[in-house]
């Protein structure tokens, strides 16, 4: 059987490979649309389900297709990836010193069927200068990363405390991955 992940993103890859998983990499060209009036969790799962659509309507066969997306959110507004350089610093500036909740969308679609959910991840980072902000953003981590901050790299100073799954904050929390591809018929355990 032939897996199949829609994103390019590294840290899904390597945490995909961290479970042993066997998989090909085919880049959806879906836009993600952080401004769409949805609830968070909603507009996660959207646009996971609408990468792993699109992604499988471009495979043959039986393959099984892996969708996600990442998005923070403080006080009801979402978070996606820095346009630039002050966009990045502008997140930053909100979230230090503050709890908000990563939200990541999975999608797994086979023969058709589409298997959705969600989870959500409490985070605080600690308070921090301007100083502290402009130089984190200006070693180039934070802008492919929801939120501006990569907690498997430097960004894990930024964070104080986590309430939730670990790898929802990377990018892909690998039980609810399981669970869904278990839903499709491929058990990982």
């Known amino acids: 059987m032939k897996i199949v992940l829609a994103s390019s993103s590294p840290r899904r890859q390597q945490l995909l490979e961290l479970i042993g998983l066997t998989f090909t990499i085919v880049v959806s060209q879906i836009e ?109 981590e934070p802008m492919d990363k929801a939120g501006a901050y990569a907690i498997q790299g430097r960004g894990t100073l930024l964070v104080e405390s986590i309430n939730g799954c670990y790898n929802n904050v990377v990018g892909l929390p690998l039980v609810l991955l399981s669970k869904l591809l278990g839903q499709a018929g491929v058990e990982l355990l």
Do not use: C, W
Request: charge should be neutral; charged fraction near 25%; glycine fraction near 10%.
């Open 32 to 140: 993600e649309d952080n401004a769409k009036d949805l609830p968070p969790h909603e507009l996660a799962i959207g646009q996971a389900r609408d990468k792993a659509m699109d992604v499988s309507k471009q495979v043959a066969g039986d393959a099984v297709v892996i969708g996600a997306d990442t998005i923070v959110v403080l006080d009801g507004k979402v978070f996606g990836k820095p346009v630039d350089r002050q966009d990045a610093v502008r997140m930053l500036t909100a979230l230090a010193g503050r709890e908000h909740t990563v939200i990541s969308g999975v999608a797994v679609v086979r023969g058709g069927r589409v298997f959705t959910g969600f989870s959500a991840t409490a985070v605080t980072l600690r308070p921090l200068s301007v100083t502290q902000i402009e130089r984190y953003v200006d070693n180039g």
